[in-house]
């Protein structure tokens, strides 16, 4: 599964970059000194050694999950729940939220490939299919909250709220096909 992450360090980051390769940077230090296009591979470079360094080697993803989600931390040795605070070690449904998007991406741009691809393709969408969104809305309150522990249960009882970053959970959530 650490393939996945790495997927999607190399397919995103080029999907979203400029083609425009003859502009220059125009103000500050560095104005002409590097091209956007070696800028641009530069920060790949790095944001692609930045994961594989610091990926887990062992499972490179949780086994553990909870209603679909995944905890925010995990023992890559074991596959179980590292919890992130003494309240946190179940399921995290805003970190998921963020893999899931993720996946999604990656899946758009394998669905149509080889057969392989094609297989990761339909895998991703199986991932992207158990997340019972609806659930994390305890019992049906207009509302989804963060975390649940299969010990605590919604003990933190944090809900997800404002237009910030985690607006991709509630747009995920709304368009599930499940």
Known sequence: MIYIFILITLVLIP?????????KLSSGPFANSISDDS???????????????????????ARERFH??????????????KPFSP???GADIVETAYLIQGLLSVRQYFKDGNENEK????DIDKL????????????RENVIYW????????????????????????????????
């Open 15 to 23: 999907a979203f970059s400029c083609n425009n390769k003859d502009n």
């Open 39 to 61: 800028l641009l591979s530069l920060v790949q470079h790095h944001t692609f050694e930045y994961f594989w360094d610091g990926a887990e080697p062992v499972s490179g993803m």
């Open 68 to 81: 679909g989600a995944w905890p925010h931390w995990i023992y890559g040795e074991t596959g179980k729940v």
């Open 87 to 89: 309240k946190d070690n």
């Open 119 to 122: 297989e990761l393709a339909a």
């Open 128 to 139: 992207w299919k158990e997340v019972e969104w609806s659930w994390f809305t305890k019992e």
């Open 147 to 178: 975390h649940w522990s299969p010990d605590l249960g919604w003990e933190m009882n944090f809900p997800v709220q404002g237009y910030n970053e985690c607006l991709i959970l509630y747009v995920l959530a709304a368009s599930s096909p499940t």
